[in-house]
């Protein structure tokens, strides 16, 4: 079952999902927008993002080792400030990350816990931009920022600016409590991952 904002309100309010910071205001007040919908809540741009190089290496998905550091070796990072957005160029692919932390604890005991999954929004869509477009899923017990896989199949560039409405998180119930199996994303803080300490 899909949460309702209402009920992603409860969930936030009862700790059973985690959104810091906290999106807000969580009804429209005045001018000001909420960045809840009916059954989605807005996720913003961190304002760090990684532009993969290219270069005389190959991905092999049968040993990616640590993927992470693998990718920001290889990779170009970019600080997006207010005065300096960057303008993706169409036929781009680059990583980048929300600014809020997603928690979906998993509770000891009981029937029911949360997942998520993460969507692009259409008026971003119809520009040309995919965001996160081949692996939405965010499993019970994940903690951390989200990292999207973006690309502008559009014929101009689109500006991205730091804390811009990027993605929208959608919040389901789980039925049973699962047996957590950490992935390699957990806890990442980088757009490419986790980057172990040296």
């Known amino acids: 079952m899909i949460l309702s904002n209402r009920e992603m309100h409860r969930a936030l309010d009862e700790g059973r999902l985690g959104i810091t910071p906290e999106p807000l205001p969580r009804t429209a007040q005045g001018t000001k927008k909420s960045p809840y919908d009916s059954h989605t809540v807005n996720l913003t741009l961190l304002n760090s993002i990684s532009i993969p190089l290219a270069g005389k290496y190959a991905y092999d998905p049968s040993d990616l080792g640590n993927q992470a550091d693998f990718q920001r070796r ?16 169409p036929n781009v692919f680059i990583l980048a990350m929300t600014r809020e932390v997603i928690r979906l604890p998993i509770p000891e005991s009981g029937e029911l816990c949360l997942g998520a999954r993460v969507e692009g ?3 971003l869509a119809r520009m040309g931009l995919l965001v996160h477009f081949t692996a939405p899923t965010i499993h019970p017990g994940f903690e951390g920022q989200i990292t999207f896989e973006m690309i502008n199949l559009g014929p101009a560039p689109i500006l991205l600016r730091a ?3 990027i993605a929208q998180l959608i919040v389901e ?26």
């Open 173 to 198: 119930e789980v039925r049973g409590i699962p047996v957590w199996t950490p992935s390699q994303f957990h806890r990442q803080s980088v757009p490419e991952g986790v980057i172990p300490k040296k």
């Open 74 to 89: 290889n990779s170009k990072q970019i600080t997006l400030t207010d005065e300096q957005p960057y303008p993706l160029p």
């Open 163 to 165: 804390g811009m409405a």
């Open 121 to 123: 929004r259409s008026s």
